[in-house]
Nanobody
Framework: QVQLVESGGGLAQPGGSLRLSCAASGSILNIYAMGWYRQAPGKQRELVAALTLGGNTNIADSVKGRFTISRDNAKNTVYLQMNTLKPEDTAVYYC?????????WGQGTQVTVSS
């Protein structure tokens, strides 16, 4: 079992920044990848950014150049730095961990971008 706890969501103005954190605990050895997904009202959950154990990243085109994913191995934490936020970034953001053959999800954190 892997437990994921997210933090850092909230309200930001267009053009602003937020940083999301996801702390992993439990059976964290051999986690293949961690990442962030988001789900806006009435839409499907979509990948935002992912980071593999080997350091490879996968960033959605819609956030490239604005969002950055990183990790702190000592703290078992993955971060999503979100800059130049847009209203269309408004969604519930979920942390994800792939620990084959299982996939784990956090509880989600709301990000709202509005003036």
């Amino acid at each position: 079992q892997v437990q994921l706890v997210e933090s850092g969501g909230g309200l930001a103005q267009p053009g602003g920044s937020l940083r999301l954190s996801c702390a992993a605990s439990g059976s964290i050895l051999n986690i293949y990848a961690m990442g962030w997904y988001r789900q806006a009202p009435g839409k499907q959950r979509e990948l935002v950014a992912a980071l593999t154990l080997g350091g490879n990243t996968n960033i959605a085109d819609s956030v490239k150049g604005r969002f950055t994913i990183s990790r702190d191995n000592a703290k078992n934490t993955v971060y999503l730095q979100m800059n130049t936020l847009k209203p269309e970034d408004t969604a519930v953001y979920y942390c994800n961990a792939v620990h084959p053959p299982h996939t784990y999800w956090g509880q989600g954190t709301q990000v709202t971008v509005s003036s």
